[in-house]
C-alpha cells in the first residue's frame, strides 16, 4: 500500500526532500503516527471585517480570529480507514494562541476525482480538491481548488465568494533540521482571511492499525466526495 500523497503524485513523490517524503509516505498499513510540535512564528487574520467569517469557522474547528507571535502548535497525523473503507490522514492541528483553537481536517485520494480531497472540520461538511506540487526547495505545495458542501440531505458547490483558496507549503530546512511551514488562506473579493508560518519537529510512534485516539477521530464522517 502506497501513500495517499504517493498515489495522487506518482513519480513526483520522489522529486520531495527525503524528509518529506518520510512525512507524507506512511499509510495506515505502517503501523505509525507523527505528532509535530513547534512554534508558530505568526498567526495572523484579515481586516477586521472577515472576524465574522472567522467566528463561524470555530464552531467546526476550521478557523479561528485569534492572532499571535511566537504560538505553541501541534499537529497530529494518523493515517487510517474510515467507515467507507478510505485510506485516510487526520490533519489536527492545535494552536495556543490567548485560547486553544483547533483547526481540524481529514484527507483521502478521491478515485473519482483523481485527487486529494479534504475534508474541513469536525463533521467533515466541507470537502474540498486539493492539487499537489514539489516547489524549488523540495518542499510539498497544496492549493486549494473547487468545494463541496455536505449536511443530511443538503448538497451543493460552495460559492468561493464565501469561503476562502488556501495556499499551503511545507518544507525541510537543512541547515535547522526542522519542518517549515507557511499557510495563506484568501478570498477573491475580501482579501487575505487567515493564516500561519514556523517551524516544528516531527516525532513519530507506533500505532496499531485499526486503532484512532478518541480525539482524533472526526464526530461524523462524509461519504460524498
Known amino acids: 500500500m502506497t501513500s495517499i500523497y504517493e498515489a495522487t503524485m506518482g513519480s513526483d513523490f520522489k ?10 509516505g506512511f499509510c495506515t498499513a505502517d503501523g505509525k503516527f507523527a505528532t509535530g510540535r513547534g512554534i508558530m512564528s505568526e498567526v495572523w487574520h484579515g ?8 467566528y463561524v469557522g470555530t464552531w467546526r ?3 479561528f480570529p485569534e492572532r499571535g507571535k511566537n504560538v505553541p502548535f501541534t499537529i497530529e ?9 478510505r485510506e485516510t490522514v487526520s490533519w489536527i492541528r492545535t494552536f495556543r494562541t490567548s ?15 483523481k485527487k486529494i480531497v479534504d475534508y474541513l472540520g469536525t463533521h467533515e461538511h466541507l470537502a ?25 440531505s443538503i448538497d451543493f458547490t460552495f460559492p468561493m465568494m464565501f469561503s476562502g483558496v488556501a495556499n499551503v507549503c511545507e518544507w525541510y530546512d537543512d541547515n535547522l533540521q526542522k519542518y517549515c511551514i ?6 477573491n473579493t475580501w482579501g487575505p482571511l487567515f493564516g500561519y508560518k514556523g517551524t516544528f519537529d516531527v516525532e513519530w510512534a507506533p500505532n496499531e492499525p485499526g486503532t484512532l485516539p478518541d480525539h482524533i477521530k472526526p464526530t461524523r464522517q462524509e461519504r460524498r466526495e
Open 15 to 24: 522529486k520531495l526532500h527525503p524528509k518529506i517524503q518520510e512525512r507524507f
Open 47 to 54: 481586516a477586521p471585517y472577515t472576524l465574522p467569517f472567522l
Open 61 to 63: 474547528r476550521i478557523m
Open 77 to 85: 497525523n494518523y493515517a487510517f480507514i474510515d467507515d467507507f473503507g
Open 99 to 113: 485560547q486553544t483553537r483547533r483547526f481540524d481536517a481529514y484527507m483521502i485520494y478521491s478515485q473519482e476525482r
Open 128 to 152: 474540498v480538491d486539493i492539487d499537489l506540487s514539489v516547489d524549488e526547495r523540495g518542499g510539498l505545495s497544496l492549493v486549494s481548488g473547487a468545494q463541496r458542501f455536505y449536511e443530511g
Open 182 to 187: 507557511d499557510v495563506n488562506v484568501t478570498n
